[in-house]
């Protein structure tokens, strides 16, 4: 026998009965609209916060990738330093991925002016590579310079390191220090420019000099701390970073992502990120129970409508099927309605990204330098809302659809 | 040859922990073709009755044979399969599936049984014709009087040419008139398909046009005419 066995009943069926009290689906479809918009909007702008963060503070000094001698991030001592072999070098500068490298020596130092000293962080750079892969030359205060290819005893530090010196552009400091071989490093140095980046603890430590003077001053004979990569797109650190480890010899050479090099950022991101998901979960339970409550005062209002289909024979498997569409339609058009709105909001806020300079003092107590939070819509967003939505309507539905089709039709009848 | 063969019958029902006898020994045969309705006043176990012989409740003893089926044997979707196919049912009010139009409604049992879309709709608007509903045909039931519904539900009744067709009072939320027509219908849809039809009715006017009337009292038959 053919019947009972068209697929279009149920579907049609439902339909209609999603429409037949309007203002209760409206209701319901406000909920879900405005629950699953909020959802994709707020990761949007976790998402596109935390890429800024991440951005900011690898423009900022770190780059996306470094690579130093073994031991060298967890002892940040001078004394780590490595030559680089032409090899990596050949490869750095034509993998496609990488938009420029800086090599760099880091020492720790005294800085003194007059009777004020105070312990430094020397970054000392080549300008010309430094620029390609950070901005601190963006950040300088008005009234000075960054530094130039010309300079030989030039630096720029910190503003409020040359506050707590109490030094101005054109004083001259003097820096000691110890040289990778051990020998005293002493140097006097002219302030050239002062930067603002934002970042406490680089305003109130980092002084970067040339390169070429600090090879001398730190005995450096050829060697250096570290080399910062800055790669075209921060999705390519994990592949170009085992690229390069592929090249270097695990024993001797480290190469650190921006994750590894900023562990406080990775776990603001997932304390931030495990907020977020806070606030979806109950976001998805007030929709969930929106359509709960609909299905529930639906089936409700129809006890006596479901006891004349299946008294007249219609399979229960039929009637907790046509519920069940019901539900899944509400939520669908919920759904496409939400996606849309969430997309909307959330495309106006990746152009005109949330605007916290008005409190860049409160978050630099955060340590964060990261001012503009624009929003970013991935796929994965939206296909994970629509999927959890849809799943909880399926799951939240399914319990008054049982009890439906498991209704007594004799008793169903005598309902009113 | 009969259609329904009831032996012994007994219902009783279980409120609370004292036992409820709605039914209590009933034996009746009922032949195809039959138009026969049950009386009795309100708790005399009509509507009892006419659910076991429906396979919407089962018996505490007794046996019921529809058509060649010994309900006793059959699983709740067996049951569910013969409501479908060999059953029409008119409930007294709100038959109606509110989402639906008359025709809709009619397909609708045509639909569960599988039957082509052209046939399903030839066949509904067909009968509907027949009960006099042409200018309801799209209608929905919240658009059509009380009489009109229960056309429609006749209709959907007999649409698929069951083997007998079940009323619970179907005219106790209809005037009189309104009542006398519908029974009316009934009466020349039995003689012109020779379909059972099994009726129950506390109202001397539906008593009046029954073939065969059978009073029930307490549970049990009181009297058994033959009226034609
Ligand atoms: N589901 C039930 N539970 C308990 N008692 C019931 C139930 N259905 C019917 N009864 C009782 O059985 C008796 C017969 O009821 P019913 O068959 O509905 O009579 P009628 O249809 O003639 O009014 C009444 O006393 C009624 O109260
Ligand atoms: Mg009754």
Redesign the pocket.
């Known amino acids: 026998m053919k019947g009972r066995n068209d697929y279009l009943l149920e579907p049609k069926l439902a339909w209609r009965n999603v429409w037949k009290n309007k203002r209760r689906t409206v209701l319901t479809l406000l909920t879900i609209v405005v629950g699953c918009g909020m959802i994709i909007f707020m990761n949007a702008i976790a998402t596109g916060g935390h890429e800024q963060m991440i951005t900011d503070a690898v423009e900022i000094n770190t780059g996306h990738i470094q690579i130093h001698e073994k031991g060298f991030w967890e002892n940040q001592s001078i004394d780590y330093a490595f030559v680089p072999d032409d090899d990596l070098l050949k490869m750095l500068s034509t993998d496609e991925r990488i938009a420029a490298i800086t090599k760099r020596v880091n020492a720790g130092a005294l800085l003194s002016f007059g009777n004020n000293t105070y312990a430094a962080m020397v970054q000392a750079v080549d300008p010309e590579y430094e620029k390609k892969v950070t901005v601190i030359h963006e950040k300088i205060l008005e009234g000075g310079r960054y530094l130039n290819v010309s300079d030989r005893t030039g630096i720029v530090v910190g503003k409020v390191l040359a506050k707590n010196l109490g030094v101005a552009v054109g004083d001259e400091v003097s820096m000691i220090s110890q040289g990778f071989d051990g020998s005293i490093a002493a140097d006097n140095l002219t302030i050239v420019g002062l930067f603002d980046t934002g970042n406490p603890e680089l305003d109130q430590a980092l002084v970067i000099m040339p390169l070429a003077r600090a090879m001398e001053t730190f005995t450096m004979m050829g060697y250096i701390n570290s080399i910062a990569v800055r790669l075209k797109s921060v999705d390519d650190m994990p592949s170009v970073r085992s690229d390069i480890m592929k090249r270097t010899d695990a024993e001797e050479i480290e190469v650190m992502g921006w994750d590894g090099l900023m562990p406080e950022l990775v776990q603001f991101i997932i304390m931030d990120d495990a907020g977020a998901y806070i606030t979806d979960f109950i976001l998805l339970m007030i929709v969930a129970f929106g359509i709960l409550n609909t299905i529930q005062m639906s089936v409700y209002e129809r006890i006596r409508e479901f006891g004349v289909m299946l008294a007249i024979g219609t399979r229960p498997s039929q009637v907790r099927t046509m519920i069940l569409y019901e539900s899944v339609f509400i939520s669908l058009i919920g759904i496409a309605l939400g996606l849309l709105l969430g997309s909307a909001v959330s495309y106006y806020f990746s152009i005109h990204p949330i605007d916290y300079s008005d409190y860049a003092e409160e978050m630099k107590v955060w340590g964060m330098s990261t001012l503009l939070f624009p929003a970013r819509i991935t796929a994965l967003n939206l296909w994970v809302t629509s999927l959890f939505i849809l799943v909880l309507a399926f799951v939240f539905s399914f319990f008054p659809a049982q009890r439906a089709s498991k209704l007594r039709p004799i008793?169903a009848i005598r309902h009113l | 040859m009969s259609i329904i063969a009831i032996k012994a019958l007994v219902k009783d029902?279980d409120?609370n922990g004292i036992a409820?006898n709605?039914v209590r020994g009933i034996d009746m045969t009922i032949d195809k073709g039959e138009f026969t309705a049950i009386a009795?006043p309100?708790?005399?176990?009509?509507?009892?009755?006419l659910n076991i012989v429906g396979g919407l409740d089962y018996p505490t003893s007794g046996s019921v044979v529809v058509g060649d089926r010994d309900l006793s044997g059959m699983s709740s979707s067996e049951l569910s399969d013969m409501r479908l196919n060999n059953i029409g049912f008119i409930f007294q009010a709100y038959n109606l599936i509110p989402v639906l139009s008359a025709l809709e409604n009619v397909e609708y049992i045509l639909l569960l049984q599988g039957v082509s879309k052209k046939e399903r709709q030839d066949r509904a608007r067909e009968i509907l014709i027949e009960v006099g509903l042409e200018k309801e045909i799209s209608r929905l039931p919240k658009d059509m009087s009380g009489g009109q519904q229960q056309r429609v539900a006749v209709a959907r009744a007999i649409v698929s040419e069951p083997e007998i067709i079940l009323a619970d009072e179907p005219t106790a939320n209809l005037d009189q008139k309104t009542g006398a027509n519908l029974l009316d219908l009934m009466h020349e849809l039995n003689r012109k398909k020779n379909i059972t039809f099994l009726f129950?009715t506390h109202d001397s006017m539906v008593m009046e046009r029954a073939e065969r009337l059978i009073q029930?009292s307490d549970?049990m038959i009181a009297s058994d005419e033959k009226r034609r």
Do not use: P
């Open positions: 008793e | 029902y409120v409820v709605a009795g309100s708790g005399s176990g009509k509507t009892t009755l129950s029930l549970g």
